[in-house]
């Protein structure tokens, strides 16, 4: 059994920043990736950003420059520091897990940007 526990959601007023946590739990032997998805209501869910083991990432284009992943593998755990917000940013976040042969997902924690 593996779990995700996210924090580090909440309000904040455009211009200001969050740090988003995701703590993996169980069953796990091998990571493949791990990765932070976002969702607005109405809109589908997109990738936000990912870090491989190896420590490669990939960002949306429209968060480049103003987010960070980073990834502690000692604790599994994966951070998502999110600077310079906008009110377009505002969605539910998603941490996502990647096994060799299976993805689990987090519960999601709501990122609200407004003045």
């Known amino acids: 059994q593996v779990q995700l526990v996210e924090s580090g959601g909440g309000l904040v007023q455009p211009g200001g920043s969050l740090r988003l946590s995701c703590a993996a739990s169980?069953?796990?032997?091998?990571?493949?990736?791990m990765g932070w998805y976002r969702q607005a209501p109405g809109v589908q869910r997109e990738l936000v950003a990912a870090?491989?083991?190896?420590?490669?990432?990939t960002y949306v284009r429209s968060v480049r420059g103003r987010f960070t992943i980073s990834r502690d593998n000692a604790k599994n755990t994966v951070y998502l520091q999110m600077n310079s917000l906008k009110p377009e940013d505002t969605a539910v976040y998603y941490c996502?897990?990647?096994?060799?042969?299976?993805?689990?997902w987090g519960q999601g924690t709501q990122v609200t940007v407004s003045s």
């Open positions: 996502k897990l990647d096994v060799p042969g299976w993805s689990y």
């Open positions: 870090i491989t083991s190896g420590g490669s990432t």
């Open positions: 169980g069953s796990i032997f091998s990571i493949n990736a």
